[in-house]
């Protein structure tokens, strides 16, 4: 399907994640923005989970080794196709011997590149995402390197059907350099004092260079623990916000660890994670109080989309 001439700053295979193992230890792993995955795949007429190329910032240069229907979606990373301009979140065609290319980065940090039929690499722990620290899953375990030759996998799909596919324009995501996270706080607030719950929702936090796929290191207002920052042991969901001795909170993303020992003082919920994974380093972050309710209302919502989505596709 594809060779690489060029592989970009870092550019992994990525699905939804290997769930169902973080009792032993492994790591969940997969798409940093799964929003953007998953619409990349529907557009190409794949199922919602399968893999697709996790481009950071600086993105790769593939030749095409067969003709097929690709979409990008995610981060603006100046796509073209032999020098012309890739419409984003719009399948379309590459044609054998083309040559796909990105440029300067505008808006956003991560591109998700799917393809009809998805990509051939082996399942591990059932996915085949990319989880680096292990040499698990992907591509050998690791980012892409000159050379390498992806394999495309099977689709029944007629190519001709799937192409021109796009969101409309009041769908597509606005990634900003600013923005205010929803969190449900806890399950330590008592951890706390009150001042720093204080603190923590009306403060602005920048996005430091610490941060990578496994979490963002968060400068801003200290927060102060009632005793101390230490906890027993427990567990790590996507968007745990743990906050150390420091008083500066780390927000968990895709390659977080399973379990943790700094207090927890909130999680983001889930369907602005996607949002946070487009920032860079220097970015601000604010964070906003809702309920367990509400999380639950906002994600169902984002469910009933791609649910739509996906029978729109068919």
Not at 132 to 142: E, H, N, Q, T
Not at 167 to 196: C, H, K, N, W
Request: proline letters at 5%.
């Amino acid at each position: 399907m594809f060779r690489v001439k060029k592989p970009g700053v870092l550019t992994t295979v990525q699905d939804l994640g290997r769930t169902g193992y973080q009792q032993y230890g492994m790591v969940v792993a997969g798409a940093m923005d799964p929003f953007a995955l998953q619409v990349g795949n529907l557009l190409v007429g794949n199922g919602r989970g399968e893999a697709g190329l996790e481009i950071t910032l600086i993105g790769p240069e593939l030749e095409i080794l067969c003709d097929t229907v690709i979409a990008i979606c995610g981060a603006e990373l100046s796509p073209t196709l032999d020098g012309s301009r890739v419409p984003m979140w719009k399948s379309l065609k590459a044609k054998k011997g083309q040559t796909l290319r990105f440029g300067a980065p505008k808006k956003g940090a991560r591109a998700y590149l799917t393809v009809a039929g998805g990509i051939d690499v082996p399942l591990v722990l059932g996915s085949k995402s990319t989880y680096m620290k292990a040499g698990v899953g992907g591509l050998a375990g690791r980012a892409l390197q000159k050379g390498d030759i992806l394999q495309q996998g099977s689709s029944d799909r007629p190519l001709q059907h799937l192409i021109g596919r796009g969101l409309m324009p009041t769908e597509i995501p606005q990634y900003r350099d600013s923005y205010t996270a929803r969190v449900v706080l806890g399950p330590d607030r008592d951890s706390f004092l009150e001042e720093g719950i204080t603190i923590f929702l009306q403060g602005e936090y920048q996005i430091t260079q610490q941060a990578d796929r496994m979490g963002y290191r968060l400068a801003g207002p200290k927060i102060r623990h009632r005793e101390g920052a230490d906890i027993l042991s427990d567990a790590i969901v996507p968007g745990t916000i743990q906050v150390p001795a420091n008083g500066e909170p780390i927000i968990l993303l895709a390659d977080r660890q399973t379990t943790g020992g700094y207090a927890r003082i909130g999680t983001v919920i889930s369907v602005d994670l996607p949002y946070i994974a487009q920032m860079l380093p220097g970015h601000q972050l604010r964070f906003a109080e809702v309920s367990i309710e509400e999380a639950h209302r906002l994600y169902v919502k984002a469910e009933r989309y791609l649910r739509e989505l996906s029978i729109a596709c068919k």
